[in-house]
Structures are given as C-alpha cells and as structure tokens.
C-alpha cells in the first residue's frame, strides 16, 4: 500500500464523511488490553478533530514542597516521603494562539496519585524520587480513557553556597540535576489523553534563595531540558507542515522558570509561585487539526502551597496542598489543577530539619 493511499485510508478511519470498514491498526507487541484501547481509539469515528493538549507530569507538574526547583534541603539521614494526590481539569485550550473550546471532548480530567522520596545523602546532597501513576478521562466524545505508570524521575540536589546575606539571612545557592524515563511502553500519540509524552529527558537547575532570620523567602530557579526521540506506533507522520517518513519524533527541548515567595518556619510553609515555561521548537496545532507529541507547548501558571506539620505525636507527618491554575498559553489546557497529599519525615539521627 502506498502511503499516500494509507493516508486516505486513516483519515477515512478517524474522520470519516461516510461510514467504512476501519482496519484493525498494527499494535505490535503492545499487551492486549491496551492494543483494544488502541483500536477503539483508531476505528470510532470523531465528529471533530482534537484539541491540543499536552501535560508534562514531571518537570512541568504542580509545584510543592521539597521538590528540584525549591530551596529545602532535606539532613544527612533523614528520607523525606510521601503520597501525593493530584487532580487537574480543563474545558478550554489554545489552539496556537486562539482559545477555544470542544463539544466532542467537553471536560479533559487528568488524575494522578505520585510516591515521592527525598534523601539527604549528606547536609549539602539530596536525591529526589518521584513514580507517579495516571489516569485520564473526558467527559464527551468517543477517546477512551487511559491510565498507567508515566515517568520514573529521579534528580540530585547540591547545595554549593550557603552564607550570611546582611543582617537579615542568608542567601544559597543550589544545582540540580535531574531526569526521567518512561516506566511502560505507553503511547504519546493519542492526545490528549495519552499519559505522558514518552520522552527520556534530563534537566540542568541552578536555583538561588534567600531565607530571612524571620521566615520570609524569595526563591527563583531556572532549569534547561533536554529530549530524547519519541517512537510511535507508526511509520508516518505530519507537522510543521511536513511530511515524515518514519516513527521517530525530534522532541523540542524546553526551557522553564519558576519564581517563589513566601513563609517557611518550623515546617509550616505558605508560599505562592509564578511557573512559566517555553518549548525551544515545535508548532502550532493547526486549525481544527489534532496535537501532536513534538508540538509548542509554552505556559504561564500561578500557583499557592500550603504545608501544615501535624501536631502531637504526629509531628513528624505533614499535610499540604496546592492549587494551580495556567493563566496564559499556547496549544496546552487551560488548566486548574488541585495537588493533596502526606509527608512523612523519618529520622535516621536526631538532626534538625535545614532551610
């Protein structure tokens, strides 16, 4: 078959002017199950083509305490763990830069409950973990459901200047390194409900703070991230106005800053965030077209934390929560996103917490 034909053929499949006999896609060595997904998702007709979507759950994901891009350093033997649950919804997105709404796809709901660890290997050096599972859902239209486990990150925190700033505290400084690796064989290509955009990436941060004797901290960190070839589950494709023959995808890399403030005393913390982010390529979604995984994705978030130590002899569980919301954007969401969950400070020697 032509791939001129196969694409007469596929546009017949997913967009059809009148009804045909789809064929049933080449899912490979995919389990059954998600091959099923698969097919359901290649063969049932849609009214209306895709709105973009594209939702980076590691280096893009909502903001909270102890994390890459904060100022806590967690003490030599000390592990600080816990179950986050977080809950992001949307009804309108860019498409490039117009925003619109989908009655095919109404509410876009993506779910995901992440197990994160953070050890201080010593009072200078921590090692971050994250392992977050996902689940999405739109509330209109015939795209399926999907869930799994999306990224293993894993980052190292190191920090290489810490001194008095004035009379008022002190100033530090932090580098960080940091990637991820797809855990499944998920596929990126069925925005936007895909899990993730199964890309390997690794991440450089540097970070700068400073902690006032009272409490108060301003904190802002930058980070430049790398992308690895994404592989889909076919051997064509189109963007930018381009026809590729193959399965490989040339991800653009992206570049992000986050800017902080707040109170942090004691382990109790409020702190609001300013988070933007700009994809170093990629296009636009075209108009009443589908997103693809390489695709802009640049936004502007704002987001406020709270994290409450429990009193008593819980002191050393805390609870915190966060809500974001992306104020601005191109060819992602515009999202509110609720972040809920427990962390719990485990002890190895009696070592005070730093900040």
Same mark, same amino acid.
């Given at each position: 078959?032509?791939?001129? *034909?196969?694409?007469?053929?596929?546009?017949?499949?997913?967009?059809?002017?009148?009804?045909?006999?789809?064929?049933?896609?080449?899912?490979?060595?995919?389990?059954?199950?998600?091959?099923?997904?698969?097919?359901?998702?290649?063969?049932?007709?849609?009214?209306?083509?895709?709105?973009?979507?594209?939702?980076?759950?590691?280096?893009?994901?909502?903001?909270?305490?102890?994390?890459?891009?904060?100022?806590?350093?967690?003490?030599?033997?000390?592990?600080?763990?816990?179950?986050?649950?977080?809950?992001?919804?949307?009804?309108?997105?860019?498409?490039?830069?117009?925003?619109?709404?989908?009655?095919?796809?109404?509410?876009?709901?993506?779910?995901?409950?992440?197990?994160?660890?953070?050890?201080?290997?010593? +009072?200078?050096?921590?090692?971050?973990?994250?392992?977050?599972?996902?689940?999405?859902?739109?509330?209109?239209?015939?795209?399926?459901?999907?869930?799994?486990?999306? +990224?293993?990150?894993?980052?190292?925190?190191?920090?290489?200047?810490?001194?008095?700033?004035?009379?008022?505290?002190?100033?530090?400084?932090?580098?960080?390194?940091?990637?991820?690796?797809?855990?499944?064989?998920?596929?990126?290509?069925?925005?936007?409900?895909?899990?993730?955009?199964?890309?390997?990436?690794?991440?450089?941060?540097?970070?700068?703070?400073?902690?006032?004797?009272?409490?108060?901290?301003?904190?802002?960190?930058?980070?430049?991230?790398?992308? +690895?070839?994404?592989?889909?589950? *076919?051997?064509?494709?189109?963007?930018?106005?381009?026809?590729?023959?193959?399965?490989?995808?040339?991800?653009?890399?992206?570049?992000?800053?986050?800017?902080?403030?707040?109170?942090?005393?004691?382990?109790?913390?409020?702190?609001?965030?300013?988070?933007?982010? *700009?994809?170093?390529?990629?296009?636009?979604?075209?108009?009443?077209?589908?997103?693809?995984?390489?695709?802009?994705?640049?936004?502007?978030?704002?987001?406020?934390?709270?994290?409450?130590?429990?009193?008593?002899?819980?002191?050393?569980?805390?609870?915190?929560?966060?809500?974001?919301?992306?104020?601005?954007? *191109?060819?992602?969401?515009?999202?509110?996103?609720?972040?809920?969950?427990?962390?719990?400070?485990?002890?190895?020697?009696?070592?005070?917490?730093?900040?």
């Amino acid at each position: 078959m032509t791939f001129a *034909r196969a694409l007469v053929e596929l546009s017949q499949v997913c967009f059809p002017s009148h009804p045909i006999r789809p064929h049933r896609p080449n899912t490979g060595n995919l389990p059954v199950r998600f091959s099923l997904v698969v097919y359901r998702l290649c063969t049932k007709p849609l009214k209306k083509l895709l709105p973009p979507l594209v939702m980076l759950a590691s280096l893009s994901a909502t903001l909270h305490a102890q994390t890459v891009d904060d100022a806590i350093m967690i003490p030599r033997k000390t592990l600080f763990t816990g179950a986050l649950y977080s809950h992001d919804t949307w009804n309108q997105y860019w498409e490039g830069p117009l925003e619109r709404t989908n009655g095919n796809l109404g509410t876009v709901k993506t779910q995901s409950v992440s197990w994160t660890g953070n050890y201080g290997i010593t +009072d200078r050096l921590d090692v971050l973990v994250t392992v977050p599972y996902v689940w999405t859902h739109a509330s209109q239209g015939v795209l399926h459901s999907m869930h799994g486990f999306q +990224d293993f990150a894993l980052g190292a925190k190191y920090n290489f200047l810490d001194r008095p700033f004035t009379e008022a505290g002190r100033i530090r400084a932090f580098a960080v390194v940091a990637g991820a690796i797809p855990m499944t064989g998920y596929t990126p290509d069925f925005q936007p409900l895909s899990i993730g955009l199964g890309a390997k990436r690794i991440a450089a941060r540097g970070t700068l703070n400073f902690q006032s004797n009272r409490g108060w901290f301003l904190t802002g960190s930058t980070a430049y991230t790398w992308r +690895d070839n994404v592989t889909l589950n *076919r051997n064509s494709y189109f963007t930018e106005g381009q026809l590729f023959l193959t399965n490989q995808v040339q991800m653009p890399n992206v570049f992000d800053y986050v800017v902080s403030g707040g109170w942090f005393r004691r382990g109790l913390m409020l702190q609001g965030l300013f988070f933007q982010q *700009r994809t170093q390529g990629g296009g636009d979604i075209r108009r009443q077209d589908m997103p693809f995984v390489s695709n802009m994705m640049n936004l502007s978030r704002v987001s406020g934390m709270v994290m409450y130590p429990i009193p008593g002899p819980l002191h050393n569980l805390a609870y915190q929560f966060t809500y974001g919301y992306v104020v601005d954007g *191109r060819n992602v969401g515009q999202s509110t996103t609720i972040t809920t969950g427990f962390d719990y400070t485990i002890h190895f020697e009696k070592r005070g917490q730093k900040q």
